[in-house]
């Protein structure tokens, strides 16, 4: 049996969004605090984690997956989402949840619960575990981002588009500080379908910790091996490759640009790393300004095992000294 990792790891990923929407709100911009800056939630960043495990057929609990719905009364049958319950036995078969041990060990098998935790709540058996890898709000850290709309046309007349364009005239109306009659309401046998937004260009920063003594109450109880170091090169590869890899049509644009991967000793601590770097862009490639995060590291390289920075060496720049850091290309994952 493997055992638990004796280090800790601080780090960064950098997720870019060209003309994408890597995380909306519900209105469907891009997610923002109340004085305008653009973030990315922590949900964003593991949902593409999640969905790669799944397609590798890895136990992956929390993820949205359907069923068929009982047939109602006039014969329909609709789709819908399982439950939590639902999802577990498809995964772990129709246990009794009064066995806590086995439900641990089943929960501490999937690998979604086994790096960021889970709040399993279902009758007789109520479990909360904090995961061992913790990942922050992710800032966008390019100050010259805007939100792009574009309406989107359907083959087919929407026979409700003339309530629905009377509804978005009376916001922009609001919006703009104008009369309703001053908003032209667009025709009612248009075929706009709707709208997607996207944002013209975006840099999302997000920290990350790792700490492999979030398990050590449940390796006591024998139901895991702990945060193993296996553990963490599968959430490694993953994290480096993810979201350029969930293609859909709002995240077409969104690619992994920038990683950060610093393994420390188990008793030492470093603050959120994401806040002592910066973005610019110069001429012909981004910048990514490393230098607040070297002086930190560098001052307390003791305690610090290994320094891995992976970014894409044709379209990025890298401001500042880290010392014995190993530098690889994102892309091809080789030492540059």
């Excluded at 990350?208 to 895991?224: G, R």
């Amino acid at each position: 049996m493997d055992k638990s990792m004796n280090r800790r790891v601080y780090g960064i990923l950098g997720i870019s969004s060209i003309m994408g929407n890597w995380n909306a709100d519900f209105s469907g911009y891009p997610k923002s605090l109340s004085d305008g800056r653009v973030f990315g939630s922590d949900k964003a960043l593991k949902y593409p984690m999640k969905k790669m495990w799944d397609n590798e057929n890895k136990n992956v609990l929390y993820i949205k997956s359907l069923t068929f719905g009982e047939k109602g009364k006039d014969g329909t049958v609709i789709l819908t989402p399982r439950t939590l319950r639902e999802r577990y036995e498809l995964l772990f078969g129709n246990d009794d949840l009064k066995d806590v041990k086995k439900v641990l060990t089943n929960l501490m098998n999937a690998v979604d619960v086994k790096n960021f935790g889970a709040t399993f709540a279902e009758a007789g058996c109520n479990i909360a575990i904090t995961g061992a890898v913790q990942i922050g709000q992710g800032f966008n850290k390019y100050e010259d981002t805007s939100a792009e709309e574009q309406d989107i046309l359907s083959p087919f007349k929407d026979a409700k588009a003339k309530e629905k364009n009377e509804v978005k005239a009376k916001a922009k109306a609001k919006a703009e500080n104008k009369s309703e009659e001053d908003i032209e309401v667009k025709d009612a046998q248009n075929s706009t379908l709707g709208t997607k937004i996207t944002s013209s260009e975006a840099h999302y920063f997000y920290p990350f910790v790792i700490n492999p003594l979030a398990y050590k109450e449940l390796v006591s109880l024998d139901v895991t091996e702990g945060y193993t170091d296996k553990d963490y090169q599968n959430f490694k590869r993953t994290a480096l490759v993810s979201a350029t890899a969930f293609a859909t049509n709002s995240k077409i644009g969104c690619e992994n640009e920038f990683a950060v991967f610093v393994e420390t000793k188990v008793d030492t601590y470093l603050p959120n790393l994401s806040e002592y770097v910066d973005f610019s862009k110069n001429e012909d490639k981004n910048c990514i300004d490393m230098e607040k995060m070297a002086e930190l590291l560098n001052t307390m390289a003791d305690n610090i095992s290994s320094v891995e920075i992976y970014y894409n060496p044709y379209t990025t720049t890298l401001k500042g000294e880290i010392k014995d850091a190993k530098y690889f290309s994102i892309l091809t994952l080789k030492e540059v």
